[in-house]
């Protein structure tokens, strides 16, 4: 039998067309809707980034501040769900939480049909405005604290930094949490991405959307990774003095076992997100005392590249940067959520304007028309 080509975690398979971003994974290029990874980091807010991605284009002044008022005004939320939040297990995964959260707000807003009418967009923002203030709320809660209500001003970076730990950040702890915002916003067809357009080619609605995109980030393949990354490098710590990241890194290439943090499918080179978590890096463990973490980052790298000739990706810096500035690693990937959200739902939108069900086919490599035995004699 002639067996078709299997194309296996459809490795290089162009199944949409998209304005949101562009990647080159020999260069190490990334491009949201126009604009350069670099450039956007160096200029953008969040939430210029987030109308970039929604508008394909930059907001005028006016439109910046529109964009941020519906955001504070939408950051609160619906009773039940905060009811969930205090009410569940406080062992539970945070982006368990957060997949759980999303999934009820929907049972409060009236239902987009995935035909990316104005219900799309106002979902977009609300979605946008109440992830921070889930995991927060999540977060304080499995502490015995009580949860901190949104502000009713200043940027999401701002607000969340707020409400998770009761008091306003600097602006240092703010620039840094919003550039690691517009970083991870929005990144071509990844897993949650496809997720998410997979889900929105049925016409299914947003939250639903969202929801499995949440799910398929959960992953230590993908989202995940940031607080596998984290896990490792506080293992190394807790070694003390026989801390050894070269003889570390080795070991687990010679048991054939991943490192965490590295490696892309698309990038074949240092990802560009990576570099700026980097220089963060830098500067936020020299800040705080904990430069080992960073000297054991940049020795894993060095190993990982005469080792295997793998660079780092998004996920292996940004963990250190969170680390610096507070936070524990379990919340990592659900900050990468809280910023992914503003791409997932570009995308949703981007694919319900022009949709076509997603359908793949399976090659079933198993018998054929078998006689039934009863269930007595099997
Ligand atoms: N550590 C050790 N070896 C690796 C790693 C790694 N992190 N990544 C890839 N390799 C090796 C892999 O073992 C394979 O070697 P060989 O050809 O000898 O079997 C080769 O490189 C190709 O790897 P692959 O798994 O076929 O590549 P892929 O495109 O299927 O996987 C990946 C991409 C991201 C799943 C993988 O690199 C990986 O598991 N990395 C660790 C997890 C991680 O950091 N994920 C975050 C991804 S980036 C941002 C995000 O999505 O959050």
């Not at 008022?69 to 062992?91: A, C, G, M, W």
């Amino acid at each position: 039998t002639e067996y078709p080509h299997i194309n296996k975690g459809l490795d290089g398979i162009v199944a949409f067309s998209t304005t949101k971003s562009f990647i080159d994974g020999k260069s190490g290029e990334l491009i949201y809707s126009g604009y350069n990874i670099d450039t956007l980091a160096e200029n953008a807010t969040f939430e210029e980034v987030c109308f970039l991605l929604w508008n394909d284009r930059l907001p005028n002044q006016q439109e910046l501040e529109n964009l941020k008022n519906e955001l504070i005004s939408q950051r609160e939320l619906p009773s039940p769900v905060l009811e969930y939040i205090k009410t569940t297990s406080k062992d539970a995964e945070p982006m368990a939480v957060l997949r759980s959260a999303v999934s009820m707000l929907a049972d409060f807003e009236k239902p987009d049909t995935g035909s990316g009418d104005e219900e799309s967009i106002h979902h977009a923002v609300s979605i946008t405005a109440q992830m921070p203030t889930i995991i927060a709320a999540f977060d304080r809660v499995r502490n015995g604290k009580d949860i901190i209500a949104p502000k009713k001003e200043g940027s999401t970076a701002f607000n969340f930094l707020y409400m998770l730990n009761g008091e306003e950040p600097g602006e240092a702890a703010e620039k840094t949490m919003d550039l690691c915002l517009i970083l991870h916003a929005e990144h071509g067809m990844n897993a949650s991405t496809f997720t998410a357009r997979t889900i929105c080619a049925t016409e299914s609605d947003m939250f639903s959307a969202i929801t499995g995109a949440i799910g398929a980030l959960k992953g230590p393949l993908h989202g995940g990774a940031n607080t596998a990354v984290m896990n490792m490098l506080l293992n190394l710590k807790e070694q003390g003095e026989k801390a050894d990241p070269v003889a570390f890194t080795k070991e687990k290439l010679s048991r054939r076992e991943k490192i965490m943090g590295f490696g892309h499918r698309v990038y074949k080179t240092f990802d560009p997100r990576a570099f700026h978590l980097r220089k963060m890096s830098k500067k936020l463990s020299e800040e705080t005392g904990q430069q080992k973490l960073y000297e054991w980052s940049e020795a894993m790298v060095k190993t990982m590249k005469e080792e295997k000739d793998i660079d780092p990706n998004v996920d292996f810096f940004s963990a250190t940067v969170y680390y610096s500035i507070g936070i524990k690693p379990d919340l990592y990937t659900c900050i990468f959520a809280m910023s992914r959200i503003s791409g997932w739902s570009a995308h949703y939108m981007e694919q319900a304007a022009n949709n076509r069900l997603v359908r793949p086919r399976a090659l079933y490599i198993a018998e054929k028309n078998l006689d039934w035995t009863p269930v007595e004699d099997r």
